[in-house]
C-alpha cells in the first residue's frame, strides 16, 4: 500500500518506530546529563610549584602523585561501594602555583568552580586563604607536605583540608628538645636562635614554639623567602649576650643552608650546634660542608628502610629526578595514599563523608613503608613511632664519613649513642 505522500505503509512504520528510538535516547541522554552520566574515573587537580624556588619539592610532589595513581590504576583503581565498581584515578589538571601563595589559592579556586575535580591536591604554598576555597566549594584538599593546616583546621573548624607528616611544630619541638633536655649536653643550652623564611606557616610555628621552650630563651630572625646573604644576621648574633648556643636554621632551600654555613665559617662564628629543619641526603651535607658539624632532626633515611630506598629508586628513575628530597615524598605518599583508603572505607565520593574516613584513619594509625604515624587531634602535631635521628659531619670522624645518632626518648629522658658536646670550633 502506498499513502498519498508517496511513502508505503512500511517505511511509514520505520520512520514512526526511528523517531520513537531518537526521542527515547534523547530523553535518557538528557536526564544522564542532569543526573549524572555513570562515573568511571576520579578527577583529581593539583597546584604544584614547577617553578620558582621550591621547584624541586614539587617536582617530587606531582612524580609521587602520578606513582601512586598508576600503582591503583594497575589494580583497577580504587573500589567505591556506593557505586559497585571500581574507578580509575587520573591527575586530570596540574597547575603552577610558582612557589607563590597567592598563585596557589588562586589555581584552587580555578580547579573547583572552573573544572569541578573531584578531589583536590595542593602544594605546601597553601595558606588559610586556600583552605577557605575548598571549604566553599566542598572539595577536599590533600596537601603534599605541609603538616601545620592540621592544627589550623582543629582550631578554626576547617573540615576538608588535610596534610600528611610531622608537622613543623613537631620538628620544632623535637630538635628544642633535644637540645635542651638531653642529660649528656653539659652545661645545657640557655640561647636558641631560630633563622628562618618570613611566611606564615613558619611564623606560626615559632610563635607557638616559645611558649613551650622552657628555661630556654628563643631569638627569632626573620629572613625573605630568597635570602641570599646571612652576614648582618651573623654578625649581630656574635654580639648576643648572653651568647646563641644552638642555632636552627629553617630556611626555603638547601642552597641557602649551604650558603649560611659557609658564612658562618667566613665570620668565625660556631654555636655549640646547628641545627636544620630543611631535608637532605647526609652525603650532601658531607660533601658540601666540609668540616662543618651539622644536627638535626629528619624523617627515616632510606638506607635504614629497604622498602622505602625501593620506592624513591623507583620514583627518581622512573620520572627522571635527580635530587633526591628525603621528607617530601615520604610525606607525599602518606598523604595521597590515605586519600584513596579513606575513599575505600567511606564507600563513596561524597567529601563530607571521606573527610570523616580520613579523620578516623589517621587517628587509627597510618602505615607509611612500615612505620605508623597517628594524628591526635587534641595536639598540632602526629606521633611518629621511630627513633628520632640527629646527623654529625666532621671532624669528629675522617673526612667524607657521616656519624649517625640514634635517639630514643622515655619520659622526658633522650638517650643518644655517640653524641659529643660541646662542639668545637670551625676547622679544629
Same mark, same amino acid.
Given at each position: 500500500?502506498?499513502?498519498?505522500?508517496?511513502?508505503?505503509?512500511v517505511q511509514?512504520?520505520?520512520i514512526?518506530v526511528?523517531?520513537?528510538i531518537i526521542?527515547?535516547?534523547?530523553?535518557w541522554?538528557?536526564?544522564?546529563?542532569?543526573?549524572g %552520566?555513570? /562515573?568511571?574515573?576520579?578527577?583529581?587537580?593539583?597546584s604544584?610549584?614547577?617553578?620558582?624556588? #621550591?621547584r624541586?619539592?614539587?617536582?617530587w610532589?606531582?612524580?609521587?602523585?602520578?606513582?601512586?595513581?598508576?600503582?591503583?590504576?594497575?589494580k583497577?583503581?580504587?573500589?567505591? /561501594?556506593?557505586?559497585?565498581?571500581?574507578?580509575?584515578?587520573?591527575?586530570?589538571?596540574v597547575?603552577?602555583? /610558582?612557589s607563590?601563595?597567592t598563585?596557589?589559592?588562586?589555581n584552587?579556586?580555578?580547579?573547583?568552580s572552573?573544572?569541578d575535580?573531584?578531589?583536590?591536591?595542593?602544594?605546601?604554598m597553601a595558606?588559610?586563604?586556600?583552605?577557605k576555597?575548598?571549604?566553599?566549594?566542598?572539595?577536599?584538599?590533600v596537601?603534599g607536605?605541609?603538616g601545620?593546616?592540621?592544627?589550623?583546621?582543629k582550631?578554626?573548624?576547617?573540615?576538608?583540608t588535610?596534610?600528611f607528616?610531622?608537622?613543623?611544630?613537631?620538628?620544632?619541638?623535637?630538635?628544642?628538645?633535644?637540645?635542651?633536655?638531653?642529660? #649528656?649536653?653539659?652545661p645545657?643550652?640557655?640561647?636558641?636562635?631560630?633563622? #628562618?623564611?618570613?611566611?606564615?606557616t613558619?611564623?606560626?610555628?615559632?610563635?607557638w614554639?616559645?611558649?613551650?621552650?622552657?628555661?630556654?630563651?628563643?631569638?627569632?630572625e626573620?629572613f625573605?623567602?630568597?635570602?641570599?646573604?646571612?652576614?648582618?644576621?651573623?654578625?649581630k648574633?656574635?654580639e648576643?649576650s648572653?651568647p646563641?648556643?644552638?642555632l636552627?636554621?629553617w630556611?626555603?632551600?638547601?642552597? *641557602?643552608?649551604?650558603?649560611?654555613?659557609?658564612?658562618?665559617?667566613?665570620y668565625?662564628?660556631?654555636?655549640?650546634?646547628?641545627?636544620?629543619?630543611?631535608?637532605?641526603?647526609?652525603?650532601?651535607?658531607?660533601?658540601?660542608?666540609?668540616? %662543618?658539624?651539622?644536627?638535626?632532626?629528619?624523617?627515616? *633515611?632510606?638506607?635504614?628502610?629497604?622498602?622505602?630506598?625501593?620506592?624513591?629508586e623507583?620514583?627518581?628513575?622512573?620520572?627522571?629526578?635527580?635530587?633526591?628530597?628525603?621528607?617530601?615524598p615520604?610525606?607525599?605518599?602518606?598523604?595521597?595514599?590515605?586519600?584513596?583508603? %579513606?575513599?575505600?572505607?567511606a564507600g563513596?565520593?561524597?567529601?563530607?563523608?571521606? %573527610?570523616?574516613?580520613y579523620? *578516623?584513619?589517621?587517628?587509627e594509625?597510618?602505615?607509611?613503608?612500615?612505620?605508623?604515624?597517628t594524628?591526635?587531634?587534641?595536639?598540632?602535631n602526629?606521633?611518629?613511632?621511630?627513633?628520632a635521628?640527629?646527623?654529625?659531619?666532621?671532624?669528629?670522624?675522617?673526612?667524607?664519613?657521616?656519624?649517625?645518632?640514634?635517639?630514643v /626518648?622515655?619520659?622526658? *629522658?633522650?638517650?643518644?649513642?655517640?653524641w659529643?658536646?660541646?662542639?668545637?670550633?670551625w676547622?679544629e
Amino acid at each position: 500500500m502506498v499513502l498519498k505522500s508517496g511513502i508505503t505503509k512500511v517505511q511509514a512504520i520505520i520512520i514512526v518506530v526511528l523517531i520513537v528510538i531518537i526521542a527515547i535516547v534523547g530523553v535518557w541522554s538528557y536526564f544522564a546529563w542532569f543526573s549524572g %552520566a555513570p /562515573k568511571d574515573t576520579i578527577i583529581l587537580g593539583a597546584s604544584c610549584s614547577l617553578t620558582g624556588v #621550591h621547584r624541586e619539592a614539587g617536582a617530587w610532589m606531582q612524580a609521587v602523585w602520578n606513582y601512586v595513581i598508576e600503582e591503583w590504576n594497575k589494580k583497577d583503581g580504587i573500589y567505591v /561501594k556506593d557505586l559497585g565498581r571500581k574507578l580509575k584515578v587520573e591527575l586530570k589538571y596540574v597547575l603552577d602555583d /610558582k612557589s607563590d601563595s597567592t598563585t596557589c589559592t588562586n589555581n584552587i579556586e580555578t580547579l573547583c568552580s572552573v573544572y569541578d575535580v573531584d578531589f583536590v591536591l595542593c602544594s605546601s604554598m597553601a595558606t588559610e586563604a586556600t583552605m577557605k576555597v575548598v571549604e566553599r566549594y566542598n572539595k577536599i584538599m590533600v596537601i603534599g607536605c605541609h603538616g601545620p593546616f592540621f592544627a589550623f583546621a582543629k582550631e578554626k573548624g576547617y573540615k576538608y583540608t588535610f596534610a600528611f607528616g610531622v608537622t613543623p611544630y613537631g620538628f620544632l619541638e623535637g630538635m628544642i628538645s633535644f637540645f635542651r633536655d638531653n642529660p #649528656h649536653l653539659n652545661p645545657p643550652p640557655k640561647v636558641l636562635a631560630i633563622w #628562618h623564611i618570613d611566611e606564615e606557616t613558619r611564623n606560626a610555628a615559632v610563635e607557638w614554639i616559645k611558649g613551650r621552650s622552657g628555661r630556654l630563651t628563643i631569638i627569632n630572625e626573620k629572613f625573605p623567602s630568597e635570602v641570599t646573604d646571612f652576614s648582618t644576621a651573623i654578625i649581630k648574633a656574635k654580639e648576643v649576650s648572653p651568647p646563641i648556643d644552638v642555632l636552627i636554621l629553617w630556611l626555603g632551600d638547601w642552597s *641557602q643552608v649551604v650558603t649560611c654555613f659557609r658564612q658562618l665559617q667566613e665570620y668565625n662564628w660556631c654555636p655549640k650546634a646547628v641545627g636544620s629543619l630543611y631535608n637532605t641526603a647526609p652525603s650532601i651535607m658531607t660533601e658540601t660542608l666540609g668540616p %662543618a658539624c651539622y644536627y638535626r632532626f629528619y624523617t627515616p *633515611q632510606p638506607s635504614e628502610n629497604p622498602e622505602l630506598l625501593a620506592f624513591y629508586e623507583t620514583v627518581m628513575e622512573r620520572y627522571n629526578l635527580a635530587t633526591l628530597q628525603v621528607g617530601i615524598p615520604f610525606n607525599t605518599w602518606g598523604g595521597i595514599t590515605t586519600l584513596f583508603n %579513606a575513599i575505600e572505607r567511606a564507600g563513596t565520593l561524597n567529601s563530607l563523608k571521606v %573527610a570523616e574516613a580520613y579523620r *578516623q584513619l589517621l587517628q587509627e594509625g597510618v602505615y607509611v613503608f612500615g612505620i605508623s604515624y597517628t594524628w591526635d587531634p587534641n595536639y598540632p602535631n602526629f606521633y611518629q613511632e621511630l627513633p628520632a635521628v640527629a646527623v654529625q659531619v666532621p671532624p669528629y670522624e675522617k673526612e667524607g664519613s657521616t656519624l649517625y645518632f640514634k635517639l630514643v /626518648k622515655s619520659g622526658d *629522658q633522650w638517650f643518644p649513642e655517640n653524641w659529643k658536646w660541646p662542639m668545637p670550633p670551625w676547622g679544629e
